[in-house]
């Protein structure tokens, strides 16, 4: 595909997430056109199909009446116009519909957590290398300004030796219904946002954990509507992580290293909103670094579909997704032996 101006997409379901925040970035990128939506239901393609063209046609000046809608997922990777598909399935469906669309070879940014385990995002690294094309996993955090910096600080030692992480994603899921509480499909805060979490703490402290702790509460369903966890690194790192389906919103990220502090509010979803990332390097004075909004979704979006059509692998691949979901499957282990130490095994 080098040499494609723009990779054409399709969305393989009408979720939320698709709806409001990553079918709008396709259509504002740079690089990318969206093409058409597929559902269960053709219905509720069309319903979205209509949705998009009202919000978005007046704001971005792009004509989205010849979008298309299919009455099935299979119908949407088998269409041979479409290069590239974002998949905001439910967690349990994200390896079976990623595997397929890479064997056909479609690129594949698939939703947050990658998968349900370490093992299936290895599956799906295998069928996505084998068709030559590319895997990503949608944790659009990690392309704002203000991440990128803080990475960049700790990685140029600004902070020391990282010594503590604290990350906390919390809100409120009132709907009994709703999927995050639906333990087939993967629900659950670790799943739903914890994930964020150990990314976050993963990332900055540069190895993975190699023993872990948790403690959770868990819901009617069956999920984990609250989960404390303690993760242990090399060299002594330690991070500490509070996600809940059950409590007031809060995205905070705390990093602490042996020459200064970084603080972060607003944290994993800051897209609309100006957001500051504070240093504190004693003895100098605090240093306060505002970022203008910016929409997060659209520079992953950039971002992937310059990997797709220069044929170059992305920032972070599925392996270093296997990676977060060793952790969690660790975390998980300790919280249903009642906190008990796990080692996390190799991803």
Known sequence: MAGTE???????STARIGRKAVAPAIVRSSNGTLLAIASRDAERAGEMAAELRQELEPSVGTDLGSLRTCGSYQALIDDPEIDALYVPLPNAQHAEWTIRAAEAGKHVLCEKPLAMTASECRAMHDAASAHGVVLMEAFMYR??????????AVREGDLGQLRFVQASFTFTV???????LNLELGGGALMDVGCYAVNAARTLMGVEPGEVQARARW??????????????????GVAQIACSLAAARSEDLLVVGEKGVARLRHAFVPTGQTVALEFQRPPSPPEVIAFEPVDSYQRMVEHFGA?????????YDALEAAAN???????????????????????
């Open 6 to 12: 723009r990779l054409r997409w399709g969305v393989l």
């Open 143 to 152: 392309f704002h300004p203000r991440i990128e910096r803080l990475i960049a």
């Open 174 to 180: 009132a709907d009994p219904a709703n999927i995050r």
């Open 219 to 236: 819901s009617k369903s069956g999920v984990d509507e609250q989960l404390l966890g303690t993760l242990r690194f090399e060299g002594g």
């Open 307 to 315: 990997c797709a059509l220069q044929g170059v692998a992305p920032r």
């Open 325 to 347: 979901l060793a952790a969690i499957e660790a975390l998980y282990a300790s919280a249903r032996g009642g906190g008990v130490a796990v080692d996390v095994p190799p991803a």
